[in-house]
């Protein structure tokens, strides 16, 4: 994975045209392309239109502070395949505008309203600029360098309460209300009116009613305590009848200010935290920020740690697959019953997880430069037992079970469904696009770890729909299972790490962006380091989150029952959604 | 079960109807079929609510205990398993939903996020512990807590709800008083604290209001 392989577009004449219009990035570390931002959008349709940069990653904010510039970076791909085209636009800090992407690639809509929201970096061109994990009345844009938490202790850790020599106290004891607010000068409630939800419905009302039928438009609010919204999240749709008219989830109830936290962890103290992004697939985490920063750090990991990381991310894969299909049945209305049969399986692989790891869940096994620790040989034994025997079996049954049950082909096929074209442009990844005949994963088309001498199929369908994306969910544990087979035989022997484990990692000043195939879809990492112990800036690309911005489209002119299908199917973990 | 004799209490029951009476007080029978049939809320926040799940299914299965029916609505529900990382933008809805629950109803704060913060607690929108809102009866640790220790939460819950007595419990003696919901503004409004504002730097804050009777959590 060297930065020569992540840059292909040399190849196409791409770089000519950009250096006609932008300037190389010059400063250390750094790679791609600063354009002038009030040229952002000519530029990306140009690439968009001649070079075939179709796939738009990840847009996101970095704040340059004490600079008075705020900067927007793209990440483009090409659906065919290839490394990343990154763009960065400087904008002013005290007056920051943009143009919007959301008329070239859906797909940003989220990502720029979630920039709206904790930068304040306003889209021109935006349909629906709103605040998108907080609510509308927050006080400020939280990422900002000089935008402090009312918890706000240092900039960095470790803190000095935390040590022994500190002042141990208590956080609270410092805040006058002894709780974690903070309002601006002389707020008082009494004289303040709630903002409430206003903004909000108006959003999904603007849809117009049709002429013909004089039906009511009725809002109707789902979640975010619902029994099938997978979490706390909560979407507002407007109906005619009981067909859907127009859809917005609200997102925000699960955000755990994870890149606020990361930015003021060291290197080191964000892995435990990305345990907690997608919580059903924990190594698949891990996996993704330790390349970001292993690429910052120029390491590569020993031969036996990277088969090792491979084969947890493969059994990360099935137990996920396994959850997603069963509570896909679940929120169909097969009340827990396929569900049981899937959190069975998912135990015995929580027990290797734990084996390995120590805990079950939150795993924290990935270090930089390789794994925390040796998997214990009795271990390997049970992973070749769940391989070769029960895995193949269990998900023959689930099949036999489920693929042809009249009642879950009635209710999925043709429901939500999704053309190429469209997943494409809404930067949907992971099973969903591929369920849509786009044979794009990121384990073949931009390779890492040892994924490139292993053989595997990418599985693809073509109907687009909810039915199709069970069946590669499905098919893809049957591909896992073949790639832990050959992880199996040709794991070798040897050291698990890379030099000593140490707790604060040297980082060099640069950017990276490490992402992998998660089972939910693309997980992309973007680390910015200043040469300091802590990230400069620390950002996520999350599947779930992204792949949300698609739930509208999909769910148009669809009934209420099937909305939650389409959500099933989306397999989204709140966890990553809202970070 | 184990301590639970209906007819220790030195009532005598003449030899003809022994194994057909039973003698007990009110207190106890009735403590003992409400903690044999806790029904806990299907309420998931976070990470914490898939180890519910695991929890309820068949490896640990919760029925043993009489708790396996989850129920979705509040109304139907007896304890809230506050199962994750509560946020600011997530707090009104959580008082809302411990406001419609009958009474008598329970809290118990699943994993050290619901407890206090947890990893999370120096973020901006992360309410430091859901006591600060809501009565909490058993605290259970871990990050997340495995499905044994959230099951040994339950069962402290249930020894805490056989000593409870109709006549000397809150619930029996006036009407509760809903908690108030927090609003949320330029930061979240607690309406307790509303006499505190505007804020001047710095200020003497009155003691939090005591939680109702606490169990020690299952460490």
Redesign the interface.
């Known amino acids: 994975m060297t930065n020569e392989f992540v840059m292909p577009s040399s190849i196409d004449g791409a770089d000519e045209y950009l250096a006609s219009v932008a300037a190389q990035e010059t400063r250390p570390g750094f790679s791609g392309w600063v354009i002038p931002a009030d040229q952002n959008q000519v530029i990306i349709r140009h690439l968009k239109e001649n070079f075939n940069y179709d796939f738009l990653s990840s847009v996101t904010g970095v704040d340059n502070y004490p600079d008075p510039t705020l900067e927007v970076v793209y990440h483009l791909f090409k659906s065919t395949g290839g490394g990343a085209l990154v763009l960065h636009a400087q904008i002013d800090r005290n007056d920051p505008r943009i143009a919007s992407m959301v008329p070239l690639y859906r797909g940003a809509e989220f990502q720029e309203r979630e920039i709206w929201d904790l930068f304040g970096i306003q889209f021109e061109g935006h349909p629906d600029l709103r605040r998108i994990l907080l609510w509308e009345g927050f006080d400020g844009h939280p990422l900002r360098k000089d935008w402090k938490e009312p918890f706000y202790e240092e900039d960095v850790k470790p803190y000095k309460s935390r040590w022994p020599e500190g002042k141990a106290s208590l956080i609270e004891e410092q805040n006058p209300l002894r709780d974690n607010v903070q309002f601006p000068a002389g707020f008082t409630p009494k004289n303040w009116t709630p903002e409430g939800e206003k903004k909000l419905v108006d959003a999904v009302k603007s849809q117009p009613v049709s002429e013909e039928l004089e039906t009511d438009e009725m809002v109707l609010n789902l979640g975010p305590q619902h029994p099938s919204t997978h979490g706390v999240l909560r979407m507002i749709t407007a109906t005619e009848g009981e067909k859907i008219v127009s859809l917005k989830p609200v997102l925000g109830y699960l955000h755990r200010n994870h890149e606020k936290i990361g930015e003021r962890n060291t290197f080191l103290q964000i892995m435990p935290y990305t345990d907690r992004l997608d919580y059903i697939s924990s190594m698949s985490n891990n996996f993704g920020y330790a390349l970001a920063v292993e690429k910052l750090m120029g390491i590569t990991p020993p031969e036996r740690a990277d088969y090792i990381r491979v084969m947890m991310a493969e059994l990360t894969r099935i137990s996920s697959h396994m959850m997603a299909n069963g509570f896909l049945l679940n929120d169909l209305g097969a009340y827990f019953t396929p569900s049981l049969y899937s959190l069975e399986e998912r135990e015995l692989l929580l027990d290797v997880f734990e084996a390995a790891s120590g805990s079950r869940m939150m795993c924290n096994y990935f270090r930089f430069g390789g794994v925390a620790r040796d998997v214990p040989p009795e271990v390997l034994v049970k992973v070749k037992d769940l391989v070769e025997n029960r895995l193949p079996r269990k998900i023959d049954e689930l099949d036999r079970y489920l693929t042809n049950n009249e009642l879950v082909m009635v209710r999925t096929q043709g429901v939500g469904t999704l053309t190429d074209e469209q997943a494409i442009n809404f930067s949907i990844t992971g099973p969903i696009l591929r369920a849509s005949g786009v044979p794009y994963d990121i384990r073949r088309s931009d390779p890492y770890s040892i994924y490139e001498r292993l053989e595997f199929d990418v599985v693809t369908k073509t109907h687009g729909d909810v039915y199709d994306r069970y069946l590669v969910r499905l098919e893809e544990m049957r591909q896992s299972v073949r790639i832990l087979k050959q992880v199996l035989a040709q794991m070798p022997e040897g050291p698990v790490m890379t030099g000593k484990p140490v707790y604060q990692v040297r980082v060099p000043a640069g950017e990276a962006f490490g992402h992998v195939e998660a089972p939910k879809g693309e997980l992309g990492f973007y680390v910015i380091s200043d040469g300091k112990p802590n990230p400069k800036r620390y950002h996520v690309r999350a599947p779930s989150f992204i792949n949300m911005t698609a739930m509208e489209q999909m769910s148009i002119g669809w009934k209420i029952a099937d909305v939650m299908a389409v959500l099933g199917s989306v397999d989204i973990v709140l966890g990553e959604v809202d970070r | 079960m184990d301590k639970f004799d209906p007819n220790k209490d030195g009532v005598v029951i003449p030899p003809e109807l022994q194994h057909q009476v039973t003698v007990t007080t009110l207190d106890k029978i009735y403590n003992w079929s409400r903690s044999k049939s806790m029904w806990p809320m299907?309420?998931?926040?976070?990470?914490c609510?898939?180890?519910m799940?695991?929890t309820a299914?068949?490896?640990f299965d919760l029925a043993r205990f009489g708790m396996e029916v989850m129920r979705?609505s509040p109304r139907q529900s007896d304890v809230m398993i506050i199962a994750?990382?509560v946020?600011?933008?997530?707090v009104p809805?959580i008082v809302r939903?411990y406001n419609q629950m009958a009474e008598p109803r329970y809290v118990i704060a699943m994993g050290s996020c619901a407890s206090g913060?947890g990893?999370?607690?120096?973020?901006?929108?992360?309410?430091?512990g859901i006591d600060?809102y809501l009565p909490v009866d058993v605290y259970v640790a871990g990050?997340?807590p495995?499905p044994e220790a959230l099951l040994n939460g339950l069962m402290t819950l249930q020894k805490k709800v056989e000593t409870e007595s109709i006549a000397t419990s809150p619930w029996y003696s006036k009407k509760a008083e809903p908690v108030p919901v927090p609003?949320?503004?330029?930061?979240?409004?607690?309406l307790k604290?509303?006499d505190?504002?505007?804020?001047?730097?710095?200020?003497e804050?009155q003691p939090?209001p005591p939680a109702a009777s606490e169990v020690g959590g299952a460490e």
Do not use: H, W
Request: glycine share 8%.
């Open positions: 299907m309420f998931g926040l976070a990470c609510a898939i180890e799940i695991c299914a068949s490896r979705s994750g990382t946020t600011k933008k997530m809805f939903l913060g990893p999370f607690k120096e973020g901006y929108n992360v309410v430091p600060k990050c997340p495995t609003l949320l503004g330029p930061d979240l409004i607690d604290k509303i505190l504002f505007p804020i001047q730097i710095p200020v804050s939090e």
